[in-house]
């Protein structure tokens, strides 16, 4: 759906479609899009392309790219060159480390240069592996490039279920399962099996609660979980706290994108 004759305000939800080109060479790096994936070769069929959700004045964008983002027009493409510096930042020579191949090998990986790896929580690309030792670089794959970013606003949100669906999905990657019901001065949220299982639900819904209250303008949110056994049912109902304790600064998992402010 695209929202006619309008331009993107601050604070807006909105949904985007981008291509990100690596300045020097124009070779495409990230899309959202299949046919551009599809084009620079490689397009995988097990990931969901469309448009991404972003709230803006919430920090998931850089801050030059959302600044040209506020005031264009929905269905426009645009297009902004970022500099490293207001990208990914300078690339650090101290986050090239050599690590034993051992370590790999406990997750049964085969290092290979090029070859993307997660050792604890922290992810990077392998250069080069022999002798027992493998060179990793932890640095962000855009550290020390200029990006070029062609963009368009699909849809700005203006119905708050719809951007309660949006907010969830911009921190689990789907909205399946959830139900939600908006009063006066609540939003009470129904959960999907998925969060009784995901490990990353606990930490993301601090996230979630604060980015609600935001889209629903409300001060209350009320998360409501069923547990059901034949006939039986047990229903569980987790209120956070009005204007009440903010979480801490470990609550928050910052999503990886791309697109984010190192």
């Not at 101290?94 to 922290?122: A, M, S, T, Y």
């Not at 907010?167 to 139900?179: A, H, I, Q």
Request: hydrophobic share 40%; proline share 4%.
């Amino acid at each position: 759906m695209v929202t006619a004759e309008r331009s993107v305000g601050k604070g807006d939800l909105i949904y985007i479609d981008y291509d990100l080109f690596l300045a020097d060479s124009d070779k495409l790096f990230d899309t959202t899009m299949a046919e551009s994936a599809k084009n620079a070769g490689f397009f995988d069929e097990k990931h969901n392309y469309e448009p991404m959700p972003v709230l803006l004045g919430t920090g998931k964008l850089l801050e030059v790219l959302e600044a040209v983002i506020e005031g264009v027009d929905v269905g426009k493409e645009t297009e902004v060159k970022i500099a490293s510096a207001d990208a990914a930042g300078a690339r650090d020579p101290k986050l090239v480390e050599l690590r034993p191949l051992k370590e790999f090998h406990r997750q049964e990986i085969d290092p290979c240069p090029g070859l993307e790896v997660r050792l604890g929580n922290r992810r990077g690309t392998v250069l080069s592996a022999g002798a027992g030792r493998v060179k990793v670089d932890f640095n962000n794959p855009l550290a020390g490039k200029d990006i070029v970013y062609k963009f368009i606003v699909r849809e700005i949100v203006d119905d708050k279920v719809e951007k309660a669906k949006a907010v969830v999905k911009m921190s689990l990657g789907t909205s399946d399962g959830f139900e939600f019901t908006i009063s006066d001065d609540k939003l009470a949220v129904m959960l999907p099996e998925l969060t009784k299982f995901d490990q990353n639900w606990q930490i993301a819904r601090f996230k979630i609660v604060s980015d609600l209250r935001k889209v629903a303008e409300v001060d209350t949110i009320e998360f409501i979980e069923v547990w059901s056994l034949g006939e039986k049912k047990e229903v569980k109902k987790e209120e956070s706290e009005t204007e009440g304790k903010a979480p801490g600064k470990d609550d928050f998992d910052k999503e990886e994108s791309l697109i984010e402010p190192q």
